[in-house]
């Protein structure tokens, strides 16, 4: 006997059908033990519709229905899809901490989970969400412009039901069910990680009990096709589809011209209902966003395409899968620890472009993420250090072409750089403390955009990093990477006083990382990291065969390092007092990720010391700097003890962080999630980045069994680490296209163990180095 059909339904001009799925796609579907659908195919005239489908395939039947009337008498047609399949059901399975599920959402909204894909931003639920580099106002009024969300809808039945709300952070699918004693109604949610210009509803209804009466779901929708932030006209419709567009209304540098942005999508109907002649039922509904009508209607193909070939939901699936493939990061251990590092990784890879087309319209990573970030609310979507220094390194160590994208970002703002620089009397370049498109200083308040220039540091880096890990050189050639740390070495220069006095050169009047201080002279983590700099640029002038500038070296080897010969510490600045409340985590970045040589006492000494006076409520990010600095002492227990600290800034039950442990401050705060993540890859593993090796050092703390890092990439070769018990284990299974063997060097022992592609190593758990092969002339030599 054939298997039952299943029924798929789409209003031309409402809806759009979406093909089940294969039992081997893992879009989060299961096929029940036993599934018994009514046939469904009324003796009606029928033809195929080759306004929607280019092709006809041999699993796919499609049929024109005449019309029929909806609840609304709203005429629609119907196409039918039939499949010879099993029915697939949505299954929650909750001891998969992959899957964040409840049977209530957050009573504060701001902690809706966040579905993003470095293109759009969307809170769920929300009536309006964000594209990447679409800013409305000027300079400090700059902010996320607000776009209205065509699928701002819930579903509500009729009779009371049981609730369930789940996160799928294998695929970046969000589910809300209600289901009844008659039945059950689900719909999904997607920003397309493949197709990143394009939103997905879902809705299906499975009959529960077997009965011959129709049953209607209402879809509750918030949308209206306004905005304050954009301007919106109504265009023609397109194949169906509703078509807005408009431009922002003010731009952010004047003179400048205003971003355009087309919105084109399927109409959402008042409600849905399943026949009495069928058991189950599925709609789909999608919108796209682009900077033009062509691409718009571009991305409404695409997904068009997408349904006919029954590939919408499969090639959204196919590309979380790839990246999950290319780093992912597993601990053994507590549940919340687990769910808390599985959340972290998907946070932060949801705020960046698909690993198939890094975009030049990728706007960068702000604090709170693309779906946050309006006029007035997590720091107007702006992008910070916290890009850089907080979210970029554990991006870089598995996925060097999403990191190249940072720095792409902040080579398109060059230009802004010089004009800041320029306008503070400064030679070079400037990057702004709040940079949105252009590079031009946005802050609100003029005088972290003036005084907190750490942020030059920061950037390069982050170029520092990635040519490390990658040996990439054309990104500082044609890359224009070169300029990038040139200009900031020559904005030092010009920033820098020398002091007669002392000997040395000062950087005066400025705000560190500690933001409860302003207008203070040498701070400690602002100088260090302007001799990063300026040591960096020496490098690469060297590598490129660029002349070197005298001042690059010479401020370098002379600029002060606030350090306290008596109690052994560096103060965070001149005439800081021991004791004296800081906002968050500063001179314990000497350490890490600045790597300022310093004695184990006076590591330890800066670590007690500012735990003792740090802000218990500051930012999330703190707590995991302290617990890499306990690991590099051998302390793993101190280490975790300070490390659990930031649960609190994680909200239930979709882990969602807030930038305050008490639930305030921006939400969806990567930057905590960042911090967090390094102290798991760069603090347990005691990775450390260096010119000529990948150090490591791992110490794990007891209530941690297993580590599996998979998918790290460096020099191009990936590689799995897993740290359980007293051994390391690496394997090798990808070689890097331009040839460059790896061995793994052991500092105790002298240990060499040569990596070969799909062959392991295990060896103790002790400090040494992932390097290259002596003997390989193909490498960029360092």
Known sequence: MDKPDEVISFFPGSAAPIQAHSQTQPCGFSVPSSACVRESREHLPLKADPGILSK?????????????????????????????????????????????????????????????????????????????????????????????????VKIQLEESGA?????????????????????????TFY????????????????????????????????????????????????RGGRHIHGQTVTPEVPGHPCPSVHLIWTPVVSSLTLLPNQSESRWGFFLVVADSAEKAHTFFDTGLELIANGDL???????????????????????????????????????????????????????????????????????????DTWVYPSIALF????????????????????????QQGYKGLKFPWESAVTGNEVCPEDIY???????????????????????????????????????????WISRATWSAEEQC????????????????????????????????????ADRLKHPVPAEWQEVADKIKIPFDPELNYHPEFDGYKRGDHVKQADAVLLGYPLGLTMTPEVRRNDLELYEDVTDPKGPAM??????????????????????????????????????????????????????????????????????DCLAFAPLLPSDITELHLQGLCYLGNKMDWLLRGQEVCVTLWEEAEEHCPLQVILNHSGTSFPLKPGQSVTFPQEPGQLQKLNSTPSCWPL
Request: aromatic letters at 14%; a negative charge.
């Open 56 to 152: 006809h395939h041999s699993s796919l039947t499609v049929y024109t229905i005449p019309p029929v009337l909806s609840k609304n008498k709203q005429c629609s047609y119907f196409l039918r899809f039939t499949c010879r399949h099993h029915i697939f059901r949505m299954s929650f399975v909750t001891s998969d901490p992959y899957i964040f599920t409840s049977d209530t959402m957050p009573s504060d909204q701001r902690f809706y989970p966040p579905l993003t894909n470095g293109m759009l931003g969307w809170r769920v639920f929300s009536d309006m969400m964000h594209m990447g580099g679409v800013y409305n106002g000027e300079g400090g009024d700059c902010h996320r412009a607000n776009l209205p969300c065509p699928l701002a």
């Open 163 to 187: 609730h369930t709300y789940s996160l799928d952070t294998h695929t970046g699918v969000f589910t809300h069910s209600v289901c009844t004693a008659s039945v059950c109604a689900t719909q």
């Open 191 to 238: 920003a397309h990680r493949h197709y990143s210009n394009m939103l997905v509803m879902e809705v299906m209804l499975v009959r529960q009990v077997t009965t011959e009466e129709p049953i209607t779901v209402e879809l509750h929708s918030s949308f209206t096709p306004y905005s304050d932030d954009i301007v919106f006209h109504s265009g023609p419709d397109y």
């Open 313 to 387: 939901r499969p090639s959204h699936c196919r590309a979380w899968v790839e990246l999950w493939k290319g780093g992912r990061v597993e601990v053994s251990g507590p549940d919340t620890l687990c769910r808390a590092v599985i959340g972290c990784l998907f946070y932060l890879l949801s705020a960046f472009p698909p690993l198939h087309s890094v975009s030049s319209l990728f706007g960068g990573v702000s604090p709170g993420g693309l779906s946050n970030g309006k006029q007035g609310q997590d720091y107007w979507g702006h992008v910070f250090w916290d890009q």
């Open 399 to 422: 996925y060097p072409q999403l990191a190249r994208a940072v720095l792409e970002y902040r080579v398109r703002t060059i230009e802004g750089a010089k004009t800041n620089a320029q």
């Open 449 to 491: 955009g003036r005084q907190e220039i750490h942020i030059n540091g920061d950037v390069t880096m982050a170029f520092q990093h990635y040519l490390y890990l990658t040996q990439d050189l054309t990104m500082f050639q044609e890359g224009r990477g070169s300029e990038v740390v040139w200009g900031v070495a020559d904005y």
């Open 505 to 540: 050169y000062h950087i005066k009047g400025v705000i560190p990382p500690d933001e409860y201080y302003f207008n203070i002279d040498n701070s400690v983590y602002t100088n260090a990291v302007a001799r990063l700099s300026l040591q960096f640029a020496v490098e690469v």
């Open 622 to 691: 703190t707590w995991g700097m302290f617990a890499v600095g306990w690991v590099e002492l051998g302390n793993a227990e101190k280490a975790q003890e300070l490390l659990n600290r930031c649960f609190s800034n994680i909200q239930s039950p979709f882990q969602v962080w807030s930038e305050g442990s008490d639930g305030s401050g921006a939400v969806n705060f990567l930057t905590g999630m960042g911090g967090f993540l390094q102290a798991v890859l760069f603090g347990y593993t005691g990775f450390r980045v260096q010119k």
